[in-house]
């Protein structure tokens, strides 16, 4: 104790906002009591960058050891030479950066027996970050060498989660590129933004403006969390403070970002009729906000949500047309356009029972309304002859199949090519006894036997020029009747255990006579 004595130095004023939840955590590792209760002494009433600082205690290079392979969240340490070895405190330094793999915090060094270990060798040779010789080491320069010490650890750190932050930024920019739906896409926004940030008790959520070709704005709540999570789409009628409603609108008209202590507002513009903004929180407080990173990663999520939106508006242009087509053949056939919009419902129902891919099950959704498109080849008078065909007749009408399947195979898309072999294969019968090739059992494609079965049940439920609907009942017998011989029996069964499910599409569906 009497060669750790400090000179009386003047105290300086301490700022009185420091934040009780935050400290900075400093390790005293040496054998001698008196050292720890001075030390704890002098750096009673220090707080640093707003923070108090929170000391413990270790008094062997091995007690020490524990303390640090269970907290990595030290931002330095005063530590002694001579403890249980003469080198003990030098050992631990080396153990310190090679094996914990701790080049963050900083090593303060003192010794009381500089003689042991020299200042010049120590420097030269260990990766400490300053020496002090105990007898020489006041508390103002204690003061100081804590600010500096703790003020390179917060650099480190910020140069460390900046790089953690850039490295999460590029991971999740990959994931989001892999996700194809609006929601998933905006939930998985929101969740990788919150680690990219590193920043608690945030809210957040991204909202998007787009003009219609008549000027008409509207804003979709893409995603939100937090205090900020409602169940409504539109930003407008939403239950989100109108204070925060009046602020987002305001970005959006001047196109400029904003920020402030409570809240930060990014603006982006992808497109000349496309923006969107993204609106942060701060529920407790902005020191580890990361303004730059949040910009660069929001601008990634603007961009990959326009091509999300093209891609998307494509989508339902593209289903769109189908179904036209679809409604145009059946309309030609003199039967309603609802039949294609419940064929490629039940279609869907019946490829998810089955628990195919989601990639089958929307394709099969998408082509299902062209199954029939080569009959628009057919004669009028072939088509809707009232009476039953003639032999002449029905053989021109069975060309039909083979017609869809020319037509559809022109395009190299996966939907028409899965829509060709719908149209092709859809007649053919388990058994072995339908057209046109005669396919049976599992020769035929796993998605013209949907169709086939589908198609059936529609059919018989829809009202004819030539017949009344047949009811409920007399469907699931006509279908039972024909497990094995013109449908799929497995598919008979998923029939049956579903049965009140495709009865519902028809009812939520029904024809506009």
């Known amino acids: ?17 420091v934040k009780a939840d935050k400290v900075w955590k400093i390790l005293i590792v040496d ?3 008196a050292v720890h209760q001075v030390t704890k002494l002098v750096l009673a009433d220090a707080d640093i960058e707003h923070r108090k600082l929170e000391i413990h205690s270790a008094y062997s ?67 400490i970050n300053d020496y002090k010789e105990k007898t020489d080491f006041t508390a103002g320069k204690m003061i100081t060498t804590v600010y500096a010490s703790i003020r390179a650890y917060r650099d480190i750190m910020t140069i460390q989660r900046s790089l953690d932050g850039f490295k999460q930024l590029i991971k999740s920019t990959h994931e989001l590129l892999k996700i194809d739906q609006f929601k998933a896409f905006g939930s998985a926004a929101l969740d990788h933004l919150m680690t990219l940030m590193d920043v608690e008790s945030s809210a957040l959520y991204i909202a998007r403006n787009q003009l219609d070709f008549e000027q008409a704005s509207s804003n979709l709540i893409i995603a939100c969390t937090g205090k900020y999570v409602s169940e409504s789409e539109s930003l407008e009628t939403s239950d989100i403070d109108d204070e925060v409603k009046q602020r987002i609108q305001e970005v959006f008209a001047t196109k400029q970002s904003y920020s402030d202590d409570t809240c930060f507002v990014g603006y982006y513009e992808t497109a000349s009729n496309t923006s969107s903004v993204l609106y942060i929180n701060f529920d407790d407080d902005a020191e580890h906000f990361k303004a730059n990173l949040v ?13 999300l939106s093209k891609r998307h508006e494509v989508d339902r242009t593209q289903r769109e047309l189908l179904y036209i087509v679809g409604e145009a053949i059946e309309a030609r056939c003199k039967t309603t356009g609802a039949h294609v919009k419940r064929v490629a419902l039940i279609c869907s129902l019946f490829a998810e029972k089955l628990g195919l891919n989601e990639q089958f099950i929307e394709s099969i959704r998408l082509a299902a309304p062209l199954h029939d498109i080569g009959k628009i ?45 719908l149209a092709k294969y859809h007649h053919e019968n388990w058994d072995g006894s339908g057209y ?6 599992d020769s035929i494609p796993m998605e013209a036997r949907i169709m086939a079965i589908a198609d059936v049940f529609d059919a018989m439920g829809a009202e004819r020029s030539y017949r009344k609907p047949h009811s409920d009942e007399k469907i699931k017998e006509y279908i039972l009747s024909q497990r094995g011989v013109k449908f799929d029996p497995k598919l008979v069964d ?12 028809k009812q939520n569906n029904p024809d506009n006579n």
């Open 295 to 307: 910009e660069l990663f929001a601008t990634n999520v603007a961009l990959i949500l326009e091509g």
């Open 436 to 441: 046109p090739d005669g396919l049976a059992g």
């Open 31 to 33: 054998d001698d009591e």
């Open 377 to 421: 080849a057919i004669p009028e008078r072939v088509l809707n002859k009232p009476s039953n065909l003639d032999e002449d007749e029905w053989s021109i009408m069975k060309t039909h199949a083979e017609i869809g399947s020319e037509i559809l195979c022109q395009s190299t898309s996966s939907v028409a090519k899965l829509g060709a072999k």
């Open 1 to 17: 104790m009497d060669n750790f004595l400090f000179k009386d130095e003047p105290e300086e004023a301490t700022n009185p906002k």
């Open 61 to 127: 290079s091995e007690e020490a050891k524990e303390v640090l392979s269970d907290n990595d969240d030290f931002c330095m340490v005063f530590l002694d030479v001579v403890m249980e070895t003469d080198d003990a405190g030098l050992q631990l330094v080396g153990w310190i950066r090679k094996e914990l793999q701790n080049q963050a915090i900083r090593i303060v060094l003192r010794t009381g027996q500089a003689g042991t270990a020299p200042e010049a060798t120590v420097i030269k040779e260990f990766d």
């Open 494 to 505: 998923v029939f049956i255990e579903n049965f009140d499910e495709l009865i519902a599409i």
